[in-house]
């Protein structure tokens, strides 16, 4: 997505109002955050992600701004990506940012990993049309360190896969290209080509990428196009890998795409493609949601499940991508699918519309019913330290400070005929508390009590298969918290809490487990 959606920073921070760094005991310390992203409006997309000889490389707008981490827990900063330059092509004239678009890797020229996207915009487009008629673009890296780019004058420079016009009915922000290993074709965005770039490559149109104007809500529909899209498949549980499932990503409501729906959250299809180039047909249950931070109650609605929800509130966690294997097929090829997206920006009183963050990493796979599942990546238990496990019903346990993790486990009568909560965030008075409402389809993560604008709700999960009823996966990282329940039902909210809000309290718990977490070695 890019600039126009959101208003800049500056017009946001009324006086009074921190960003980041901000207070010191509401920065996060997990969260990799530096300025440009922190302290600064406008879009923060992933706008590319790659893992290449052991590092991952996150690129986080605005532009392309280079996270890396060798281990998912600790992030610096890198060289900048592909920057903006003067371009001239078919009649197009250009001197902006890349859009978001996708790393991958080019198997004919030695795994060399190359970005590829379209210009955010041009003085002119391609043969004197609009702004919006630019070419497909990439450029490559020159190393392995992913620390110089292509430009029109190195070897490789910069290559004009194709020309489109993004304007409407095409993703907004490319998904990242596959080969099939049926045909032997590079995908992108339903162009094939025998070779990803150079001499070789002959992208020809073969067909739409995917239709659908639903959204998650019955009320809601998209009314534009797609935006910051992915596929991803060969999920390691896919209940039927012969049919090939894969997962779409899209930023539902991205740009102000969707009436009623989403906020520009990441959601996803689940399809099925027959063959290289054919369409893709929807399986499983219809658009499904990555997380559910933009979703609030409707007021006075006595309806149960989605139905009870709207879908227009402030995200929590949106534009996000994947990395963690060297594999850049991440369609047809098995791998981790590690997906990392953008939290934020902040509709609480404490950082007012800035404070977004890149997200915690989450391992992505597929439930029987072709769900997709999360789980917070095993290397975040890196950050753990002092544990605390108690099967009380109602316990009251002190963290001993702003950072936790936090693992409570609920019977399956939560919501019929057991109250089920999890405070986190507690000092007594105030709390963000997470209640599972069976009885209403409901789970509700509260944090109004500690300055958000609002409860959010995202559908209660089927109980987990092996019969331990619900659990409740939280990490706390000081104003952000990222909430799982059951792998499925995901929430990123963000808090203020007092310096003194150390608890973790519950209701109808039958065992929690607690670290206090320490700050990851970020480097800003
Ligand atoms: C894009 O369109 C221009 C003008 O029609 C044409 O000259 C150019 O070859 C096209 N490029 C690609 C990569 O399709
Ligand atoms: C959604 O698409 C369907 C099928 O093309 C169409 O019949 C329907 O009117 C669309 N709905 C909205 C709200 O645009
Ligand atoms: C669900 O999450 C838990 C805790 O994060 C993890 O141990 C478990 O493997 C996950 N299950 C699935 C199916 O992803």
């Known amino acids: 997505m890019r600039s126009l959606v959101l208003p800049a920073a500056p017009l946001l921070l009324a006086s009074g109002a921190f960003s980041f760094p901000g207070p010191a005991h509401l920065t996060p310390g997990i969260h990799f955050a530096p300025d440009h992203v922190g302290e600064a409006g ?37 060289a900048p990506g592909p920057q903006a330059l003067e371009e ?65 004058d ?112 990441t959601s996803y299809f689940a399809l099925n493609q027959e063959g290289p180039g054919e369409p893709f047909t929807e399986t499983g249950g219809g658009q499904d949601m990555v997380d559910w931070g933009s979703f609030t109650p409707k007021a006075d609605s006595t309806a149960v499940g ?38 934020g920006p902040d509709d609480a009183d404490v950082f007012q519309g800035v404070g977004s963050a890149q997200s915690l990493p989450r391992e992505l796979d597929l439930a029987s019913d072709k769900s997709l599942t999360q789980r917070f990546v095993p290397e975040l238990q890196t950050l753990r330290e002092k544990h605390q496990s108690t099967s009380d019903a109602s316990p009251e346990m002190d963290v001993g400070g702003l950072q936790a993790e936090v693992y409570a486990v609920f019977p399956e009568t939560c919501g019929a005929t057991a109250d089920c909560s999890l405070s986190l965030l507690s000092d007594g008075k105030a709390a963000t508390t997470i209640t599972l409402n069976s009885d209403i389809g409901l789970v509700t993560v509260d944090a109004t009590s500690q300055g958000n604008t609002a409860v959010r709700a995202g559908p209660m999960p089927p109980p987990k298969e092996d019969g331990g009823g619900y659990a409740i996966h939280a990490i706390v990282d000081r104003s952000i918290l990222e909430i799982i329940v059951n792998n499925r039902t995901a929430f990123v909210v963000y808090a203020a809490p007092d310096e003194t809000a150390t608890g973790v309290a519950g209701t109808g718990v039958s065992k929690v487990d607690v670290w206090a977490l320490k700050d990851a070695q970020n480097v800003i």
């Open 306 to 343: 989605l139905d009870r929800l709207d879908g227009t509130a402030s995200r929590g966690f949106s534009m996000a991508r994947t990395l963690g294997s060297e594999e850049p097929n991440q369609v047809f090829a098995p791998g981790r699918r590690v997906l990392i997206g953008w939290t």
């Open 88 to 152: 001239t092509y078919a009649g197009m004239y250009s001197n902006t940012d890349p859009c978001s678009g996708f790393l991958t890797k080019d198997p004919d020229d030695n795994n060399r990993v190359c970005a590829g996207f379209r210009q955010c915009g041009s003085d002119q487009g391609v043969s004197g049309m609009n702004p919006w008629d630019v070419p497909m673009e990439m450029r490559c890296a020159l190393d392995d360190d992913l620390s110089s780019w292509a430009t029109l």
């Open 42 to 78: 406008g879009w923060h997309d992933i706008a590319g992600s790659m893992t290449h000889k052991g590092v991952h490389h996150i690129y986080m707008g605005t532009g392309w701004n280079h996270h890396l981490s060798s281990d998912l827990v600790n992030w610096e900063m890198g």
């Open 154 to 265: 190195t070897s490789p420079a910069i290559d004009y896969l194709f020309n489109v016009s993004w304007y409407r009915s095409i993703p907004y922000d490319p998904a990242r290209p596959w080969w099939d290993p049926i045909d032997n074709q590079h995908y992108l965005l339903m162009y094939t080509s025998p070779a990803l770039r150079g001499p070789k490559m002959d992208w020809k149109y073969v067909g739409d990428v995917f239709t659908s104007n639903s959204t998650v809500l019955q009320d809601g529909f998209l009314s534009k196009e797609f935006v910051t899209i992915d596929f991803l498949g060969s999920f390691d549980n896919d209940p039927d890998p012969s049919k090939r499932t894969l997962v779409m990503l899209n930023n539902v409501g991205g740009n102000g795409g969707g009436d009623g729906c989403c906020s520009g959250t």
